[in-house]
């Protein structure tokens, strides 16, 4: 599977972003499907995930509210809205997408596929 993010992007804060990441090569049914980020000096952390083909979503305490996944399966795409971002959610955004049986979704090693990762700055 091959990962393509697009959308990242600088902001106030408050304001929104949609990143969006289109996956090509094989598919991703069976899948769970995550957005992560990683800040500067910090540990890689899950933001948003679903299970492909589900309607079950995931999310990080500390987005709850402001952030959704989605997955688009005709275009093969899944989506991170993101609304009322804060300084903090200054990251470099990636997606991912893996097979994961018995492990940790929110554990970033359990994914096989990652995108090359996209810049989102939020100044206040």
């Known amino acids: 599977v091959q990962l393509v993010e697009s959308g990242g992007g600088s902001v106030q804060a408050g304001g929104s972003l949609r990143l969006s990441c289109a996956a090509s090569?094989?598919?991703?049914?069976?899948?769970?499907l995550a957005w992560f980020r990683q800040a500067p000096d910090k540990e890689r952390e899950g933001v948003a995930i679903l299970y492909s083909g589900s309607d079950t979503t995931y999310y990080a305490d500390s987005v709850k509210g402001r952030f959704t996944i989605s997955q688009d399966n005709a275009e093969n795409t899944v989506y991170l809205q993101m609304y009322g971002l804060k300084p903090e959610d200054t990251a470099v955004y990636y997606c991912?997408?893996?097979?994961?049986?018995?492990?940790?979704?929110?554990?970033?090693?359990?994914?096989?596929?990652w995108g090359q990762g996209t810049q989102v700055t939020v100044s206040s």
């Open positions: 991912a997408a893996g097979r994961i049986y018995g492990g940790s979704i929110w554990d970033h090693r359990q994914y096989n596929y």
């Open positions: 090569g094989t598919s991703t049914s069976r899948s769970w």
